[in-house]
């Protein structure tokens, strides 16, 4: 089968964060003319900067300026060469000082922290290692893991700080490996949160083939004897511990390094470590810098330093205590979360903060899961008390009204952070509004809707006519199998006159999360899934279903009542997600943006890609030769001619309504072949009683195509006729004639043949296969979907499976 356009991870950041910058959060462009570290000039005004990561302020110390400017006097800008030929005197002596921050231990500094783990990952690890990554390490460090594993390395995921998890999976593949891998941050920088490394020790006694590598890029100044960071002080480094930290952040500068106690990795990292020696060596002037840093490391100075930074964060810690923030980073660490729930709220939120005239940072979806976004910001000693206390003070008003500007309840997303809220007596929250205006209808089966209504708005649209609905609902009912059972949930909304406004249904399923995901992240998850059927699934909550595709929502916009038809939609899908205990919410399929769309984005949802799908509006055409007439590209009217048109009289057509049980079986086997070919679009097999159940509704027909040789079954394609439009939804083949006699061609040209010879305005060919169908004049029509999902580690762990072949 064809491939079709799949949604990527990138598109839906670039999405996310397009919007952002369109709102003036994220992307912002300063216009200081100088920078002392307090403050940020934005748009003319001065911002207090609660938004970078140089904790303890040296990136303005006079030491490391004075070390930059000399070694650049000395040096000039660049040694344009390679470290494997020449290692300047300035990277020995940094290298050296920084040897003596970690105790001794040998160390390796890099142009950043990026650069380090490309080079070590690179270097130390092999085949016959396995890496476990948690669900929440930097990005720089999954990614030279994707390189590993197209070497050969076995990757996979935890969930984020769940070492039960990381126990079961170290037990499990104990045997299979020589070395296994932890890899995870040492603080981690969206939430601040640490390691536990109490519980790390214990599995480091316990298994000997377990190593840990940690990227400690925000832990390092700050924390630690000598600033070495956190993960130094609690854990140090031995032959099975790598640490991966910065000269940046909390040390000042720019560049990144890696620590080893192991002098077998040192000199093979030393020796050839990817960039570190087919790229440039930090600069003479980030050396300077960097070593009159490594000298403050290593005087009682960093002590000072230290404490002032410990006694910000405890006033900090009290502030937000006291203002009853829904603050849920560590209290050990100079990051801070605000939890503020939807994107639209974070987005409020964070603007409101911006214009106090303070910077902070936004982290929204898919940093984090949809309805969990909020404020971050950072502390550092260029920070004073006055400034904390206007910040949360600015917080502590803006937050509830954010909250509540955006139609959110107060008190649901303190409880959705895990926090209580603290009522006063003039703190009134949002309560759902009872609009006497509207009538809202709510069904659990379409045999409970009068199907004239359904109709009036639904039967030209593909198979989602009342009758294509009981169909459906007879198909995803009373198996065995859980994902071949879907539950059916109906809303109409009316005015007070009766008049339908919005209208709309969704199924609950399980889905598999990688339905969209490229064919061979697909091919990979279905290894595992040979053992764990349900390996990366949820149960799922999405308008339509996945036996239908098209336009799945009637709304009258012109309405006064619209918009709070709207808000009763959104209404119903939380309390229907509730109901059916899903984990995940998609709306689809949407053609192009609408003032419905921008409102599902502003709900906290995630615009993804869907495929393709394609449409026929069908010219009217008597003879093979009218409809060549019609096409006016060669190339296309030569390949239709050659593979179906000149094959005709290989093939016998039949058109059925009713079939036996032998036919049933038949087909379902050929539809089979098919689905278990074809991952460009992955979801669960159909019931098998599917072409049984079909045949009792007139509105189906099946399209029966044998060869004449032999009279064998080749394809057959499951069509729905309706008033105006063709629907052929499911093509069965078998594959043995796929390359013999084209039978996927000649079964293509039949639908169309089929959707003329009825006198259709309209021929819905569906999803993939875009450049075939675009041979017959049909129009390809991008779609999406908008996601909201609880959490995302099956997301990330899907994501982790791509670049690989």
């Not at 290692?87 to 002596?93: A, G, K, N, S, T």
């Not at 949160?193 to 480091?204: A, S, V, Y």
């Amino acid at each position: 089968m064809a491939k079709i356009n799949h949604n990527n991870y990138l598109d839906v950041v670039d999405n996310m964060w397009t919007s952002a910058k369109e709102k003036g959060i994220m992307h912002i462009n300063s216009e200081e003319q100088s920078f002392n570290g307090e403050k940020f000039r934005i748009k003319g005004r001065d911002l207090i900067n609660f938004g970078t990561c140089g904790y303890l302020g040296l990136e303005i110390h006079p030491d490391l300026i004075a070390g930059s400017i000399e070694l650049t006097k000395k040096f000039g800008t660049q040694l344009s060469m390679s470290r494997a030929y020449i290692r300047p005197p300035y990277i020995q002596e940094l290298e050296e000082l920084m040897s003596q921050v970690f105790d001794g231990n040998k160390v390796i500094c890099y142009t950043s922290t990026s650069n380090a783990h490309i080079s070590v990952i690179a270097t130390i690890i092999k085949p016959d290692d396995l890496i476990i990554l948690d669900q929440q390490v930097h990005f720089s460090v999954q990614f030279p893991c994707k390189n590993a594993k197209l070497l050969g390395t076995e990757v996979k995921m935890v969930r984020h700080s769940n070492y039960e998890m990381l126990e079961e999976m170290i037990r499990e593949n104990y045997n299979k490996y020589n070395r296994i891998w932890y890899m995870a941050d040492g603080v981690y920088s969206m939430h601040g949160d640490l390691p536990d490394t109490t519980i790390l020790k214990q599995l480091l006694n316990k298994y000997p083939k377990l190593h840990l590598y940690f990227d400690d890029a925000h832990g390092m100044g700050w924390a630690g004897k000598n600033g070495a960071g956190y993960i130094y002080e609690q854990l140090g480094v031995n032959e099975r511990i790598v640490i991966i930290s910065t000269l940046a952040k909390g040390f000042g500068c720019v560049g990144g390094t890696a620590i080893f106690a192991d002098s077998e990795m040192y000199r093979r990292t030393d020796i050839f470590g990817g960039p570190l020696s087919y790229s440039h060596p930090l600069s003479p002037a980030s050396a300077g810098a960097a070593i009159a840093s490594a000298k403050i490391h290593l005087s009682n100075d960093i002590y000072t330093y230290q404490a002032e930074l410990r006694d910000l964060m405890h006033y900090m810690n009290g502030c937000l205590k006291e203002k009853n923030l829904p603050n849920i980073s560590s209290p050990d660490s100079p990051i801070y979360f605000i939890g503020s729930g939807l994107n639209k709220v974070t987005r409020n939120f964070v603007h409101r903060i911006l214009q106090q005239g303070i910077y902070v940072n936004t982290a929204t979806f898919p940093v984090v899961p949809n309805d969990k976004s909020g404020l971050r910001f950072t502390l550092t000693r260029h920070n004073t008390k006055a400034d904390i206390e206007l910040l949360t003070d600015a917080m502590a008003y803006h937050l509830p009204k954010a909250i509540e500007e955006e139609g959110d309840c107060v008190e649901r997303v303190y409880q959705e952070f895990g926090f209580h809220l603290k009522k006063k007596a003039n703190n009134s929250l949002i309560k759902p509004i009872n609009n006497s205006n509207l009538v809202v209808e709510e069904y659990t089966s379409i045999h409970d809707i009068n199907p004239a209504d359904w109709d009036c708005m639904f039967q030209d649209r593909g198979n989602i006519s009342h009758s294509g609905m009981r169909a459906m609902e007879e198909i995803f009912s009373d198996n065995e199998k859980p994902e071949e059972n879907w539950s059916f949930h109906y809303i109409i909304v009316r005015d007070k006159a009766a008049k339908v406004i919005l209208a709309t249904f969704f199924t609950g399923a399980i889905y598999k999360d990688d339905i969209v995901a490229p064919e061979n992240v697909s091919k990979q998850i279905e290894e595992v899934r040979k053992a764990d059927p349900y390996y990366l699934c949820s149960k799922t909550l999405a308008m339509g279903s996945l036996f239908c595709e098209g336009d799945f929502i009637y709304q009258d916009t012109q309405h006064p009542e619209w918009r709070n038809s709207v808000n009763c939609l959104f209404d119903f899908v939380s309390k229907t997600k509730k109901e059916i205990k899903a984990t995940t919410v998609i709306f689809r399929d949407f053609e192009k943006e609408s003032i419905l769309t921008q409102i599902i984005e502003e709900e906290g949802f995630a615009k993804m890609r869907m495929p393709n799908t394609n449409v026929i509006q069908n010219p009217k055409w008597e003879t093979p030769d009218d409809l060549m007439a019609l096409i006016k590209s060669k190339k296309k009217r030569d390949n239709i001619k050659q593979y179906a048109i000149r094959n005709l009289d290989k093939f016998e057509i039949k058109i059925k309504n009713e079939i036996t049980d032998k036919e049933a079986i038949l087909y379902f086997n050929l539809f089979e072949n098919v689905k278990k070919a074809n991952y460009s679009y992955n979801f669960f097999q159909y019931p098998a009683k599917m072409p049984e159940i079909l045949s009792k509704y007139k509105e189906w027909e099946f399209i029966e195509i044998s060869l004449k040789e032999n009279n064998q079954l080749v394809a057959v394609v499951f069509s729905y006729v309706g008033d105006h439009h063709y629907c052929p939804l499911i093509v069965g083949l078998d594959y043995n004639y796929i390359d013999s006699h084209h039978v996927y061609k000649q079964a293509m040209f039949q639908m169309v043949k089929r959707g003329n010879d009825l006198n259709k305005k309209i021929t819905y060919l569906g999803l993939t296969a875009d450049f075939e169908k675009q041979k017959y004049l049909a129009l390809t029509i991008p779609t999406w979907a908008y996601l909201k999902v609880d959490e995302t580690y099956n997301l990330e762990l899907i994501e982790s499976y791509s670049n690989v072949g």
